[in-house]
């Protein structure tokens, strides 16, 4: 049985590509967890060993088109930067499940039996598909991932050590009334930019005594973290949110950085 798994695994490498072609995403993922989860249901439901035989076969394909194509887009989102990190994490959570799944199964099976704790397994696995319709794979085709240098070199008048900080980074933007709504989509996305790269707070400001600047601060912490930032942390796609943005300011943005300075001890 396991020889047919793995045959249909084979099998699944070759048609794969093609299967991208014509399937989407998560319409892929989805195929492939609803054929293992009947599967799963049949090999204990027959017992004709030629039928289950064969039935495992499209589960082969199943397992190898959903572990490639999770990798896959795995690799694809992650930016260069932070890619082997999130790849070991990945892992991490794939294998450790894998071992807490087969304790945890093997317990429901003591007191189950087998052909209850396949099933349950299925519909545990259908719920995970349907699922993915409330949260979806990303689609990455249309992002850029390479890194972009595209920010200039900060002119600072203060000689900043690698260690100072925290460090807030302020950016002025001058919106008209009629360019407020989209600027703050477009900023929405500058959000999740900045966190994703390495600030740790974020806010969008309106002046009080001049209501059509906008004004955007958020925190790193440190000037090192910044010139990260700077060097090897910003994607094409990043670029892109950033002159979307920028696009509605009516004049050029006007960025300054902002040093935090420790005070000496003070005894009243």
Not at 94 to 101: E, P
Not at 208 to 229: M, N
């Amino acid at each position: 049985m396991l020889g047919a798994l793995g045959v249909g695994a084979i099998a699944g490498a070759v048609v794969l590509p093609r299967m991208r072609e014509r399937l989407s995403i998560n319409t892929l993922l989805a195929a492939s967890g609803v054929v293992y989860a009947v599967v799963l249901a049949v090999v204990v439901l027959i017992s004709n060993a030629v039928v289950i035989l064969i039935v495992l076969l499209p589960a082969g394909v199943a397992w190898m088109a959903f572990l490639s194509t999770i990798n896959a887009e795995l690799q694809l989102f992650l930016p260069a930067w932070v890619r082997a990190r999130g790849l070991s994490v990945y892992q991490m959570v794939l294998f450790g499940a894998q071992g807490f799944g087969a304790l945890f199964w093997g317990v429901v099976a003591a007191p189950a039996g087998l052909v209850t704790t396949f099933l349950i397994a299925a519909a545990v696995m259908l719920v995970g598909v349907a699922t993915m319709r409330i949260w979806p794979i990303i689609d990455t085709g249309g992002m850029d991932r390479s890194t972009v240098q595209y920010w200039p070199e900060p002119s600072l008048v203060l000689d900043a050590a690698p260690d100072d900080g925290p460090v807030v980074v302020k950016t002025v933007y001058t919106i008209a009334p009629d360019k407020e709504a989209p600027f703050l989509r477009a900023m929405a996305r500058v959000k999740l930019s900045r966190l994703r790269t390495g600030a740790t707070q974020w806010g969008l400001f309106r002046d009080g005594e001049t209501p059509h600047q906008f004004i955007e601060l958020y925190v790193v912490s440190s000037w090192e973290e910044h010139l990260r930032q700077h060097a090897d942390r910003l994607t094409g796609t990043d670029q892109q949110y950033e002159e979307e943005a920028e696009a509605f300011s009516d004049r050029p943005t006007d960025t300054s950085h902002l040093i935090a300075v420790e005070l000496p001890e003070y005894d009243l």
